[in-house]
């Protein structure tokens, strides 16, 4: 009997897999909605406060100098950044073509609600096509503390640094809403860890004389200092979203500073996600695609958007038309340049069969070696 289940005991250790081992040596990839929060950007609490920009945030959310009616005060700065291990979850999204031979880039989305906000079928297609690892935090919600909101992704952005390879020059942060507000203050506050900051339908107030905007103890000196000035800025949004009006004040306020800005304009576009195709032309923008093989599907085509020769009406199955010039397009849209020099996205399904083989004709001559416009 002894000798049986010492020869049981040598199978397992011999045939049984190690389940450490076997899941060190497993890739993970597909979409996972409540992946423990295990690593912390900072090992001490107080780092995260450190550096000259975001002390002064911390500041200002310690003394409460911020606008009123926000949300920042349930806890002290030191109780948001101080969480246990496996108290917060996140969504991530690893694509199937990643082996852990070559290295993502990462897209952190920070939802305005509880939950994460999961990847649609189009955005994990965008993913994989970008080769981008998705991350969304739960738990930071409007009504949670700001600097619990920012934390929470940035850890998330350490844990998933921590298991899988990545280009850390390909890292962008966006959000919708109020999540929106809070990726610019993430990129304001840690610039460092990004290229560029994506605002889903909300835009963003910059400090003057009479109010912070959304950036609490920042001034706009702070602000224009580098490595802030270098990165890109964007918001998308759209005519149906009751923020329409203010990003549209904004995004004005934004170009005075001469900061690498730009408002995506998506037309019928209302207060929520932006499609995969928007969000595509944003994180191309930043540079997101630059590791994408010419031969890839849907790669971008360039050319020039602001000669006025190029101008051409382009219409719609619908019967709608606009008067614009072509910027650029994938498999699946195309940007246009208005006369008044507003951005138009228009899906090639759409349109009518002459711009379609419009389209045909610009991709046989191939791109212009023109400067692409901005």
Not at 14 to 41: A, E, F, R
Request: net charge positive; hydrophobic share 35%; with cysteine.
């Amino acid at each position: 009997m002894k000798s049986a289940a010492v020869a049981f005991l040598l199978f397992a250790v011999l045939i049984l897999p190690d389940p450490c081992l076997s899941q060190s040596n497993v890739v993970k990839t597909g979409l996972m909605d409540n992946y423990s929060i295990d690593t912390k950007l900072f090992s001490k609490k107080e780092d995260y406060f450190k550096a000259t920009v975001p002390n002064k945030f911390y500041k200002a959310c310690k003394n409460n100098e911020v606008p009123s009616g926000w949300e920042t005060e349930k806890e002290t700065p030191e109780k948001s950044v101080g969480y246990g291990p496996g108290e917060h979850t996140t969504v991530v999204f690893v694509p199937a073509n990643y082996d852990g031979n070559s290295a993502f880039g990462i897209y952190l989305h920070v939802s305005p609600s509880k939950q994460g906000i999961s990847p649609s079928q189009e955005w994990q297609a965008l993913m994989e096509k970008l080769k981008l690892i998705y991350i969304s935090a739960n738990g930071t919600e409007n009504d949670s503390p700001m600097w619990r909101r920012v934390v929470l992704g940035m850890d998330s952005m350490a844990m998933v640094k921590k298991h899988y390879k990545i280009d850390n020059m390909r890292v962008y942060v966006g959000g919708l809403s109020g999540g929106g507000h809070i990726c610019m203050l993430t990129q304001m506050l840690y610039p460092e860890y990004f290229q560029g900051a994506i605002s889903h339908a909300a835009q963003s107030y910059l400090p003057s004389e009479r109010n912070c905007g959304h950036f609490p103890g920042l001034t706009m000196t702070d602000i224009l200092k580098e490595p802030r000035k270098s990165k890109k800025w964007a918001v998308i949004g759209g005519d149906k979203d009751f923020n329409y009006q203010a990003i549209l004040t904004t995004t004005e306020e934004w170009k005075k500073t001469k900061m690498k800005y730009k408002y995506f304009f998506v037309q019928g576009m209302g207060h929520g996600n932006a499609s995969a195709a928007a969000l595509e032309e944003a994180l191309i923008w930043m540079g997101a695609g630059k590791t994408i093989p010419a031969e890839t599907g849907g790669k971008i085509t360039t050319t020039t958007a602001a000669e006025p020769e190029d101008i051409r009406t382009w219409t719609l199955k619908n019967g709608k038309s606009v008067e614009a010039s072509f910027v650029r397009n994938t498999e699946y849209y195309v940007i246009l340049q208005t006369v008044s020099n507003k951005t138009v996205q228009l899906i090639v399904q759409n349109l009518s069969d002459e711009d379609k083989a419009y389209l045909k004709g610009l991709k046989k001559s191939g791109p212009s070696s023109k400067k692409e416009a901005n």
